[in-house]
Structures are given as structure tokens and as C-alpha cells.
């Protein structure tokens, strides 16, 4: 049986732990075997065996370079181990660089509406992982009233208002391999109450009157109530005369 060949793999260029990636050939065997890269064309020096998730005698899919290899940057060497004989291929060459460094994004969320003093509010953030999986994450007040988080590294906790004053709450993700990002929401005070409708007099005429009118319209009010005197005077001497009678 002739040798294991590697024809094919991708555009030769790929990073540390790149996966999903395609090593195409023949005679590779119908079995599982083994997948490497060396630092050297003779299975010298450095060595990394890749991941494959689904092997046939003319491709290898699936596959995944170890994310923290031994080889280091730059040119390395792959090989296939056929299952059965142990055959191994020929060198393919292909150059190995570093994975791409991308920085999370994160929203706070918001604005929230604090609803009293002492009262736990929901914060609904959405935080995006760059190249780094698992950045931690870290809450705090930044300004305004104070006020405590649950658990104030998840991405979503909830936080108590000791005040009903207005808030900015800090979100700060911080991954291993970039600066920390960050993002405010707004935490906006408790809504002041209306204030109740009273009863006025205007001009003598009693009424219930809402205490915040304004100008234009205590105006109407008054000569409202100023025509509503006036009929009064005018039916004051029918109304007496008519009393006189009755008695």
C-alpha cells in the first residue's frame, strides 16, 4: 500500500487553536490514525498532534490545532499516521501564527428606574467574548446615589439603591489578553409623586382646583368664577323679595 499523501490543507496559514479546518489526500486510511505537526521535516524537535473529529481514506475534517502548541510561530511540518501499518506520510509544510486578538463588547444595559430605597433592581447587560472565552466582569457605581450588587462580577446581577437619587453604574469586562472594556447605564431617581388636588377659593367662589395651574388658566378660572358672582348679585333682591313673601 502506498504511503499516506497529503495534498491539500486549506491556505497554509493557520493560527493556534484554528479549528474546523480540512487535511485532504489519499490513501489516509478508512481508520482513525494520528495527525501531527513538527517543528522539523524529519519528526524532529517540536510536536503537537492535531485534533480530528471525522477521518476517511481522502479527507480529514474537523480538525483543530492546539490553542498553546509546543511548535512555536512560523514554519512547521504536517504529518499523517495511517491506523493499521503505522505508515506515515510525507511532510506537508504550512506556517503557524498566532491567533487574532479581538476585545469584547459589552452593553450596561438600561437606563433602570430606581423605585425606592432599598428595593433590588434587575440590570440586564449583554457582554460579547473576544478572543478571549471567559473575560470577568465587574460592577460598580460610578456616580450618584450608592448602593450594593448581589454578586457584582456577573454579567447580570441585581443592584439595591440606598437612596432614590439617580445612579451611573459601571460595567467593567476585563479579558487576558487585551485592555478592559467598559460601558455605563443610567439608574434614574424615583419619580416625584404628583402633588394632590386641593380645594381653592377663587375670587369667593369655593372649587377643587389642582395646585400646579397655571397662569393662563387660574385666569379662566377667575372670571369663571367672577361671572358666577355676578348672577348671584342680580338674583339677590328676586331671592329676598321672595323670602319677604313666604314669611
Request: overall charge negative.
Amino acid at each position: 500500500m502506498a504511503l499516506p499523501f497529503i495534498s491539500n490543507f486549506g491556505d497554509e496559514d493557520h493560527e493556534k487553536g484554528e479549528t474546523g479546518l480540512v487535511i485532504d489526500g489519499f490513501e489516509l486510511g478508512f481508520f482513525a490514525g494520528e495527525a501531527w505537526m513538527y517543528q522539523n521535516a524529519d519528526r524532529t524537535g517540536n510536536a503537537d498532534q492535531l485534533t480530528v473529529t471525522a477521518w476517511s481514506d481522502l479527507s480529514l475534517t474537523g480538525v483543530a490545532i492546539p490553542a498553546a502548541p509546543n511548535n512555536a510561530l512560523g514554519t512547521v511540518y504536517l504529518f499523517i499516521k495511517r491506523f493499521g501499518d503505522n505508515a506515515w506520510s510525507l511532510s506537508y509544510t504550512f506556517t503557524l501564527s498566532a491567533a487574532a486578538v479581538t476585545a469584547p463588547t459589552v452593553d450596561a444595559g438600561g437606563p433602570y428606574s430606581n423605585v425606592g430605597a432599598g428595593v433590588g433592581i434587575q440590570l440586564n447587560a449583554t457582554v460579547t467574548p473576544g478572543s478571549d472565552p471567559a473575560p470577568t466582569n465587574k460592577w460598580s457605581v460610578q456616580s450618584g446615589g450608592a448602593g450594593s450588587f448581589d454578586d457584582d462580577t456577573l454579567e447580570d446581577p441585581i443592584f439595591t439603591p440606598d437612596t432614590t437619587t439617580a445612579s451611573v453604574l459601571l460595567l467593567t469586562v476585563a479579558p487576558s489578553d487585551t485592555g478592559d472594556v467598559t460601558d455605563t447605564a443610567q439608574l434614574t431617581a424615583v419619580a416625584e409623586a404628583e402633588a394632590p388636588s386641593v380645594p381653592t377659593q377663587e375670587g369667593g367662589a369655593w372649587g377643587h382646583r389642582s395646585s400646579r395651574l397655571r397662569q393662563k388658566e387660574r385666569r379662566q378660572l377667575k372670571r369663571e368664577d367672577d361671572e358666577i358672582i355676578a348672577i348671584i348679585q342680580q338674583l339677590a333682591p328676586d331671592i329676598m323679595q321672595h323670602h319677604r313673601r313666604l314669611h
